[in-house]
């Protein structure tokens, strides 16, 4: 996304507070739930293909749905998008969806600047939001949406945090919670290798200042999913980052996710960080180290975390995503203690699988474009008031709390390392 576009949605967005168009939208009627995407790059497909499979997923069945629309500010992405997802409609221009009645739930997937004006428009527009995280740019803005959601606590909305519907790693926050007992650590990483290449084009990925790199882009998972796992964390410190490739060539042309393009001879420094690292204090007392890098060779997308905790411990590799492992001390036994880990196959009995995907049985494997059909799917049942299924998505409280932590990590890195204390997450 560009800055013009950025500066033209500024405009739009005073331009409606100013009430030139407001028209709130009901799924209390008995039409269809209509479904629009705000972006086509690589997220943006993963959310279409996501409302595209949720209605075939689990049970009940949801209420009708209609494909709305994709709005992109490249004509011919969108209309690519839109044509191999089934929707009925492109657009390059938001406006028409405020006012179309027709769109209830809008999945915002754009540049992390812009969530803020999409959350506010859309939500004083009636409609039900889906954005991608990390859901701002700053620790304001992300504070702007979470007020803007609790100001319409008749609409439904949630930030995207689509690993937490990994059944390996559902299943081991169910562990942690029924039979590993207490914590004592977290270990994780996610290193990825799209940034390694300096040819890989300049983008929005790669302003800002320090903090908003891979630690926001990709770090923002792993942080989310720490907690989701282990609880509250109370402090951070010890944070440090790296920039390895200092300047990136301007591409010609618009570019989306982290593909190559055709470059030009200017070059942009690169203002935020390739590598981070931290550690962490949990409210129970636990100790998490973690470790980002958008430039290690070799990792494509590449996350992995043990929990070692009172009774056992356990592991899981998002490169082997359909097994996780384990080992239960559960006995006093002396020998119990040399346990080694046991390999989990995830099936029928965990989450999401029995009726997840089209052969729900131990050793079939998915993938990250499947945990697009769950989060969808129980977003869809939160709009729809279908009770009794999926776990809802995380809240726009969520992902300013994971933004909480990004700003203290950013504030230890900035301070030596030192300990910063964390507001406390409700």
């Not at 279409?48 to 949801?62: E, H, I, N």
């Not at 009708?64 to 490249?74: E, F, M």
């Not at 989310?224 to 410190?237: N, Q, R, Y």
């Not at 036994?333 to 089209?358: E, F, R, T």
Request: net charge negative; aromatic share 8%.
């Amino acid at each position: 996304m560009t800055w013009e576009e950025h500066s033209w949605f500024k405009a739009f967005y005073i331009a409606l507070r100013e009430g030139w168009a407001t028209m709130t939208t009901s799924t209390s009627n008995t039409g269809p739930i209509g479904v629009a995407v705000i972006g086509a790059g690589m997220a943006g497909r993963a959310h279409c293909a996501g409302y595209r499979s949720a209605p075939t997923l689990f049970d009940p069945p949801l209420p009708p749905l209609r494909y709305v629309a994709v709005i992109d500010a490249d004509a011919a992405v969108a209309g690519l998008a839109t044509t191999r997802h089934g929707l009925e409609r492109s657009r390059t221009d938001r406006r028409p969806l405020l006012t179309d009645d027709s769109g209830h739930v809008v999945g915002s997937v754009v540049a992390n600047a812009l969530h803020p004006e999409d959350a506010e428009a859309l939500l004083d527009a009636g409609k039900r939001e889906l954005a991608e995280k990390p859901h701002a740019d700053t620790i304001e803005n992300a504070r702007a949406m979470a007020d803007a959601a609790a100001a319409h606590p008749d609409l439904v909305t949630g930030t995207a945090f689509v690993y937490r519907r990994q059944p390996a790693v559902a299943a081991i926050k169910n562990l942690v919670g029924q039979r590993l007992g207490e914590v004592s650590h977290f270990n994780g990483r996610y290193w990825c290798d799209y940034a390694n290449s300096p040819l890989t084009p300049m983008a929005w990925r790669y302003q800002g200042g320090p903090g908003t790199g891979a630690l926001n882009d990709i770090g923002s998972h792993l942080i989310d999913l720490a907690e989701f796992v282990c609880g509250p964390m109370t402090h951070v410190s010890g944070a440090s980052f790296t920039t390895l490739v200092k300047e990136r060539f301007v591409a010609k042309g618009t570019t989306y996710g982290h593909s190559r393009a055709e470059l030009t001879e200017e070059k942009k420094a690169v203002e935020n960080d390739d590598v981070a690292t931290f550690t962490a204090t949990f409210a129970n007392g636990a100790v998490g180290t973690f470790s980002i890098s958008r430039i290690a060779p070799g990792h494509a997308n590449s996350m992995v975390f043990d929990v070692f905790a009172q009774h056992g411990a356990a592991k899981w590799d998002m490169d082997r995503p359909a097994e996780f492992s384990v080992v239960l001390n559960e006995s006093d036994d002396a020998l119990a203690a040399y346990n080694g880990y046991n390999q989990v196959l995830v099936g029928p009995a965990h989450p999401y699988l029995k009726g997840g995907v089209p052969m729900d049985f131990p050793g079939v494997s998915y993938g990250v474009g499947d945990l697009f059909g769950f989060q969808a799917r129980a977003f869809l049942e939160q709009v729809a008031g279908i009770e009794g299924g999926l776990p809802p998505v995380a809240s726009f409280a969520d992902g300013l709390r994971d933004l909480e932590i990004i700003n203290a990590v950013i504030s230890s890195a900035a301070a030596g390392g030192a300990t910063v204390e964390l507001p406390s997450h409700h």
